[in-house]
């Protein structure tokens, strides 16, 4: 370690703040925040607690600075205006500079309200920003179907109608506005229905509700049933709008949720804003793994960012996991059931299905990204030294012991290499006897293979319990390879992962791609031991039958076969042919046995 860098680490504040670290060239490396600076720091420094990425930085470090703050939180948001700021390489950042979309109510007479992308500061409201711009489409159009909203720019300042400079357009003779341009609709009346559409868009429906109510029983008590039923069209929508999205408690009020999955190489998060018992603002974004980041770590720099982006100032927060970081005067909970805990669910199931659409546009457009990361991840669940780029899968197949034989598989980068395959004749093992078996096939397997020099897997899998696996794995001691290669065995009912010398087997979540690649590898040695086993058990019944024929023996079953494919072709060959294959003493004898009655 440099000389100016260790002593700059023995001198380190226990303060919350923020590190900066910078290369030789001072560049900006990395910008971190802690609870206690001197504890976050010297991590980094302890070989035995931080992967390959994170010492591949460290090695580049030459300078730390430090910024004291009053609280972990504060530490939090200065961190994250320098990482926005600097964009340093080793940190994690939702690079997402995407504008989207608001919904503006103007500051005008007769506001109109529309869609932008652009705020200005001129007092209009601003609603959003929506992630996507098709839900704040809907919610327009609904708006627009309840409400006759005026839509041009005129400038409808009282003293300007009063100069009656403006005539009613089309829109107004389709029945799409009211006319506040010629007075025919008070501006009174008009901002009664603004500030019904403003609660609609905070997703409180109690405004427009009841505006609708009283309009349709004055047209009603007036005796004016069209107009009546016009409204009664319009509390519809607005109640088949509601209904789409409200998906939990109404009571459930200003709320924020944040559902996420991960994996090896990235996390995915999924953001609910929730007002009135509505999902009235939707986001999920890919965040990419740098360093050897912690789930936490990253939902705690989403938290703020996503936060910030969709201008939340929500009290309450709904959460998968705890957090150790605080925001004043909000609220963080992980529920456990009810309501609360089922919309996290839902989050979190959006997140999980992103990850699926990702992973299936990768596994298209970059496919050698695609096999990385699964083998990252198999290496990591599987507590391997290396990845599994080369697995061997093995199964045994018999009938009672009856033409038993042994089937190697192999895999290179999870896929089948089946030029590679290999089937194994039992030789030393009488009657049914898997576990001997399996010895047997892994001896010759891995000796062969060392005397010609190949190349070893790094994963051996054995279909099969422990049995199975403590058979192969005496094969493995003699051959002096055991610790040098994984092996594992999976048992097929509850899909368990066994490993040697440990009695507690491990269970990976069924949607986990590792799973399903171990699965495939123990179904495809089935499936070609079976086929094997069957072609074995068949040419043994076919050369029976064929034996039993006098003066005929091994070779001439075999040219038989070759020219003739099946005992049923040979049964119905007259004897030119029979004699054409064999010569005539031999096709005159097996001519004769078929045909003796």
Known sequence: MKEALALQLQTLPSDPGVYRYYDKNGKLLYVGKAKNLKKRVLSYFNKNQVGFR???????????????????????????????????????????????????????????????????????????????????????????????????????????????????????????????CEMMELEENYNLKIEAIRGIIKGDFKLATNYLEIQMQKFAHNLEFENAQNIKERLETLDNYRARHTVVNPNIDDVDVFGMTSDESAAYINYFKIRNGNIIQSFTTEIKKILEESDEDIMEEALIEIRQKFESTSKEILLPFHLSVEIPNTKIYVPKMGDKKRILELSEKNAKEYRIEKLKQVQIIDPERHTNRIMAEMQKLLRMPAEPRHIEGFDNSNIQGSNPVGACVVFKDGKPSKKDYRIFHIKTVEGPNDFASMEEVIYRRYRRMLEEGESLPQLILIDGGKGQLSSA????????????????????RLEEIFFPEDSIPLYLDKSSETLKILQRVRDESHRFGVKHHRT????????????????????????????????????????????????????????EFFNKN
């Open 473 to 492: 794995v005496k094969s493995l001691k003699l051959l002096g390879l055991y610790g040098k290669i994984t092996i594992i065995g999976i048992a097929k």
């Open 54 to 180: 994170t010492r591949t930085m460290i090695s580049k470090i030459e300078r730390l600075e430090t910024t004291v703050v009053n609280s972990e939180y504060d530490a939090l948001l200065l961190e994250n205006n320098l990482i926005k700021e600097h964009q340093p390489f080793y940190n994690v950042m939702l690079k997402d500079d995407k504008s989207y979309p608001y919904i503006v109510i103007k500051n005008e007479h007769f506001p109109r309200i529309f869609l932008t992308r652009n705020k200005i500061k001129d007092g209009s409201e601003y609603y959003g920003p929506y992630a996507k711009v098709r839900p704040a489409k809907v919610l327009l159009d609904t708006i627009k179907h309840i409400y006759k909203i005026r839509t041009c720019n005129l400038n409808l300042a009282p003293n300007k109608i009063a100069e009656g400079k403006y005539k009613v357009c089309l829109e107004y003779h389709i029945k799409n506005c009211e006319g506040p």
């Open 536 to 591: 074995r058990r068949t040419n043994s019944t076919i050369k029976s039958e064929l034996e039993e024929i006098p003066g005929v023996g091994e070779k001439t079953i075999e040219l038989l076969l070759k020219k003739l494919k099946s005992v049923k072709r040979v049964k119905e060959s007259n004897l030119e042919t029979l004699e054409e294959i064999l010569g005539k003493v031999k096709g005159k004898v097996v001519w």
